[in-house]
């Protein structure tokens, strides 16, 4: 294969690309075919939910539908803690609706809001030592010191609305039963940590890897600005 410019390792080969970089988004791709033959598409996710990666994410995700139809799959690699709860049912909404399959792979850390589109997924892996987090969500009162009853009652609402989204996610894509989600969107004493194994135990992932696809065209997203 030919290749313009070094700038990873994936499994000990040295891949070489051509790329661009722009804020929190890096792009990559080889020169030695044409871009109407790739097949495979990474996208590493290294960051936090949130609207400047979500919105990057959900764009990346729409070019490669759009610009490049022969891929066989879109593997999502994710390594986040969470974050907003609003960003991260947009990208549950764009994983699940993107025409080419994506493959979502836990790479380190999948939490919280994180695991909504991992969630969104059919083929949903984990790497070994990958861990995942499930957890109530939680409400932020922005200055305001003190709250009335409707502004309590409000920010009730906003958070069942979330917690109830973890409920209907974990209920497609998890064994857990009624009970358990009940319990663990409750209270943080009740949170869900989950590895490799447990996870495809409780169906969360659907099976394990430790491999990184060579990729034709790769993407990464990050909270790092360029």
């Known amino acids: 294969m030919k290749w313009k410019t070094t700038i990873a390792t994936i499994s000990g080969l040295i891949l ?14 080889r020169t030695d075919i044409k871009p109407a033959k790739f097949t495979h598409a990474p996208i590493i996710f290294n960051g936090s939910i949130e609207a400047d990666n979500s919105l990057e994410l959900i764009e990346s995700l729409e070019k490669l539908n759009h ?24 990208l549950f909404q764009a994983v699940k609706s993107s025409a080419i399959p994506v493959v979502t792979v836990n790479l380190s850390m999948t939490a919280s809001a994180a695991t909504l589109m991992y969630c969104a997924a059919k083929q949903r892996l984990v790497m070994p030592a990958a861990m995942f987090l499930l957890h109530p969500a939680s409400v932020e009162n922005i200055n305001r ?7 309590l009652a409000r920010l009730k609402e906003m958070n069942d609305r979330s917690n109830q989204l973890f409920k209907s996610v974990y209920k ?29 135990a409780k169906k969360m992932a659907t099976g394990i890897t430790d491999v990184l696809k060579q990729a034709d065209i790769s993407l990464t997203i990050s909270d790092e600005k360029k």
């Open 16 to 29: 070489t690309f051509t790329s661009v970089a722009n804020a929190a988004l890096s792009f990559s791709q």
């Open 67 to 90: 610009n490049y139809p022969a891929l066989k799959d879109i593997t999502l690699y994710i390594n986040s803690y969470g974050g907003d709860m609003d960003s991260g049912y947009m």
């Open 145 to 151: 010191q003190y709250l009335k009853p409707d502004e």
């Open 172 to 200: 497609k894509c998890t064994n857990l039963s009624d009970s358990e989600t009940d319990a663990l969107v409750y209270s943080e004493s009740s949170s869900v940590l989950l590895n490799a194994r447990q996870a495809v």
